[in-house]
């Protein structure tokens, strides 16, 4: 069964304040690593794919790092409006015909100004 | 969300009665999903569908049917809603092609809550 764990529960920063949330996996054989953010009343937006270990994926703020065990969602410099919570997803052959995504409770994440 | 909507969008409903959510969809993706949110579990799969009357059970999908008649319908039914299903429902779609992402694109949820 795969399992998905992310760390801090929550996270307080002030903005400019650079820091990493965790998402540790345990999959048979990682067939992707998601991550989303989701804001308040509404759905996640995916935000990237990772396949690979040393794989890297950037887009404004926020770098997505894999290692064999465990990726990263660094922020860079974050503003208030990052603020939001962010998940973490796996797909493995254990998704299925469907590929059916694993979720991590998330991250909530504040950034204060 | 576009391309994806769900309906409605909250409601209230008593101990013991059916209650039917929609997911439509504009995009013609193959697959879609139904999630419950709810604090500490984060999102867990409830059924799925990969075509027009194929469906499967998800993690948790007792006390759930779905159906999908049409490729941009798929529909979530509480048999005899109880209390514990309160929650947020979130329908996803994707059609996780050769060159998908297997990223999903994901509804702005239904907000149930059981009386």
């Known amino acids: 069964e795969d399992q998905v764990t992310q760390s801090p529960e929550a996270l307080r920063l002030q903005e400019g304040e650079s820091s990493s949330l965790n998402c540790s996996y345990t999959v048979s054989g990682l067939r992707g690593l998601f991550w989303y953010r989701q804001d308040p009343g509404k759905g996640p937006e995916f935000l990237f794919t990772l396949y690979s270990a040393g794989e890297e994926k950037e887009k404004e703020r926020l770098k997505a790092t894999l290692t064999k065990k465990e990726s990263f969602l660094h922020i860079t410099a974050p503003k208030p409006e990052d603020s939001a919570t962010y998940l973490c997803?796996?797909?493995?052959?254990?998704?299925?015909?469907?590929?059916?995504?694993?979720f991590g409770s998330g991250t909530q994440l504040t950034v204060l100004p | 969300d576009a391309g994806i909507t769900q309906s409605p969008r909250h409601k209230v409903t008593e101990t013991g009665t059916p209650v039917t959510l929609r997911c439509h969809q504009t995009e013609n993706h193959r697959y879609m999903y139904w999630y419950r949110q709810d604090p500490g579990h984060g999102l867990r799969l409830i059924h799925y569908?990969?075509?027009?009357?194929?469906?499967d059970k998800g993690e948790v999908s007792d006390g759930y049917s779905v159906s999908r008649s049409k490729t941009e319908d798929f529909l979530l039914t509480l048999e005899s809603a109880t209390s514990s299903q309160t929650s947020v429902y979130f329908c996803a779609i994707s059609d996780a092609g050769v060159a998908a992402n297997y990223g999903y694109t994901f509804g702005s949820g239904t907000r149930l809550t059981v009386v």
């Open positions: 997803a796996v797909a493995s052959p254990n998704s299925g015909s469907a590929r059916q995504l694993t």
């Open positions: 569908s990969y075509g027009v009357k194929d469906t």
